[in-house]
């Protein structure tokens, strides 16, 4: 069965700061990996994913993230954060099937809470 | 991506009653999910609903508990039955456009149980 660890609960940060929200996986097969944001009293919107080819993965709002297969891992980071960045971020895994396609099914990390302060 | 709208956006029921939680898309999708966030957790997959077939659960839900209905490839329904305060989360649905695409969440409804 797969895994998915965030390593840190909360992360507090000032303003224009840089950040990274680390994500480790296990699993036994290929997957895909997605960010997830959740802003407060809203739904999970995504941010960005590794589905194939580059393992570096870039958001239209500043973010990026590198899968590093050696490591499992896809730590999210951004060089210079902004007030709005306050949300909870999950990283998420898909496990492939044989076919290399997606059964669909999400597993979900802990989440952590990004605090940006003026 | 897809527009999802869940009904209710949020809810104050009684122990023992049941709800229903609607989840309708703008287009025809493949794959439609129903996640559970319980206050301060992650999200935990429920079950997966297939369009003409039965729902298939995860491990710790029941279709006694959680009925599903997926009646055509834009909707389906979430019913949490006779319910508790254990019940209290927020229950989310997902879309997904088919196997090479990523889930796309709806606002969720949040329930509390007195």
């Known amino acids: 069965a797969q895994s998915v660890t965030q390593l840190d609960s909360q992360v507090p940060v000032f303003e224009e700061a840089p950040v990274e929200l680390r994500c480790n996986y296990s699993s036994s097969v290929s997957v895909y990996l997605f960010w997830y944001v959740q802003y407060p009293n809203q739904g999970l919107q995504l941010l960005l994913k590794y589905l194939s080819g580059s393992t570096l993965v870039e958001s239209i709002n500043g973010f990026e993230a590198e899968f590093n297969k050696s490591q499992t891992s896809f730590h999210l980071r951004k060089p210079s954060v902004h007030i709005s960045d306050t949300a909870e971020y999950f990283c998420?895994?898909?496990?492939?099937?044989?076919?290399?396609?997606?059964?669909?099914?999400?597993?979900f990390g802990q989440g952590t809470i990004l605090t940006v302060h003026p | 991506s897809a527009v999802i709208s869940q009904k209710p956006s949020r809810d104050i029921c009684q122990r023992g009653t049941s709800l229903t939680i609607q989840c309708q898309v703008d287009?025809?999708?493949?794959?439609m999910f129903w996640y559970r966030q319980q206050p301060g957790q992650s999200l935990t997959l429920i079950a997966t609903?297939?369009?003409?077939?039965?729902?298939?659960?995860e491990s710790g839900f029941v279709i006694d508990k959680f009925p599903i209905s997926r009646p055509n490839l834009t909707f389906s329904t979430l019913t949490v039955s006779n319910m508790s305060p254990e019940d209290s989360s927020i229950y989310l649905c997902?879309?997904?456009?088919?196997?090479?695409?990523?889930?796309?969440f709806g606002d969720g409804t949040r329930l509390s149980i007195l």
């Open positions: 609903a297939n369009q003409g077939s039965e729902a298939t659960y």
């Open positions: 997902s879309v997904a456009g088919g196997a090479y695409q990523p889930q796309h």
């Open positions: 287009s025809q999708v493949t794959m």
């Open positions: 998420a895994v898909s496990v492939l099937n044989a076919g290399g396609t997606s059964y669909g099914k999400l597993t």
